[in-house]
């Protein structure tokens, strides 16, 4: 809630404030090409907010597009547990093993609604049907039977709404206020209609990556290197697994949101069987810090370049 509050605070109340900050006046052609350029911005921001309503809507057609197309292997359970209800029906996050495009075994979670459970589809030691991807790797699979429902966002089409008129609202509210009677010359780079669609579109930029693209499929890896993120359907079909080792891990005294950053190095058998050895940071939970242990891991990796790579810890 006090993230949701921020947020609308930092986008739609803080530009307000600065109506009442004096002007900075600009000549009839700089007012001009700023009033342009903010126009461009704000539709910019409304076409990102858009986004959250095509990005599930593209992401279902992926995945049907797959099971159509995409080549059937079995994929075994390994463990499930719950993940909540969605229409009353349970949603489980499941652990999947399967063998990937390049011949390697592969981990992965999958996230579904058991609208049968009774049945006990989702038992450990139970199979089902996945479609790989062959043409892409976003998404790279798709269960074989069963329908990818998006959940309709009407909150979305009330935004984009309010994110026009706002856009529209606070230039009249800057025009009456700020003007004078020099027409818009009152727009300069500081001037809050200008600048905050450039602080929205950082924001929604932010929460497009956060949750604008979730899909079904997310990580067992627990550790990643930087491009492993960018790279993950890739790596989940094409990577290659092997044993690897947790040499070192520290802290680097760096936290972000009060979450600490961790150094680890680690040393992985390509499958040439050279010794590739890898440093990288990543922000780790203070909840999951005691967790991390040095020794043995599970590493899959990408041959082509194996700077993209992600590590499991083994228990």
């Not at 999958?110 to 459970?117: A, G, I, N, Q, S």
């Not at 150094?263 to 440093?279: E, P, Y």
Request: no cysteine.
């Amino acid at each position: 809630m006090a993230f949701i509050f921020l947020f609308v605070f930092f986008m739609y109340i803080f530009p307000i404030f600065f109506l009442a900050v004096p002007v900075v006046r600009t000549t009839p052609i700089v007012a001009t090409a700023l009033l342009v350029i903010g126009v461009i911005l704000w539709l910019v921001q409304t076409y990102m907010i858009s986004k959250f309503i095509t990005i599930p809507k593209k992401k279902a057609k992926q995945h049907k597009k797959i099971q159509q197309n995409g080549k059937a292997v079995q994929a075994e359970i390994l463990a499930w547990e719950h993940d909540g209800l969605i229409e009353d029906d349970p949603s489980k996050k499941i652990l999947l093993t399967f063998t990937n495009l390049a011949g390697s075994q592969v981990k992965t979670y999958l996230h579904l609604v058991d609208t049968k459970e009774h049945e006990k589809r989702f038992e450990p030691g139970k199979e089902i049907t996945i479609k790989l991807n062959q043409s892409g790797f976003e998404p790279p699979f798709a269960v074989g039977k069963g329908e990818y429902a998006t959940s309709p966002r009407p909150w979305i089409w009330v935004w984009l709404i309010f994110n026009i008129l706002y856009m529209v609202g606070l230039f009249l509210a800057s025009y009456y206020f700020q003007s004078d009677g020099y027409g818009w010359r009152f727009l300069n780079p500081f001037s809050s209609w200008f600048w905050a669609p450039i602080f929205g579109i950082s924001i929604i930029n932010f929460l497009l990556k956060t949750f604008g693209s979730q899909d079904i499929i997310s990580k067992f890896y627990q550790l990643t290197s930087v491009r492993s993120d960018k790279d993950f359907g890739e790596l989940l079909l094409y990577g290659k697994t092997t044993q690897g080792e947790i040499i070192n891990y520290s802290q680097t005294g760096k936290y972000i949101n009060e979450q600490p950053q961790v150094r680890f190095d680690v040393h992985f058998l390509n499958d040439q069987g050279d010794l590739i050895s890898k440093k990288f940071k990543q922000i780790i939970p203070l909840t999951d810090l005691h967790e991390l242990k040095k020794g043995e891991a599970e590493v899959i990796y990408l041959p082509r370049d194996t700077d993209i790579f992600m590590v499991k810890p083994s228990q």
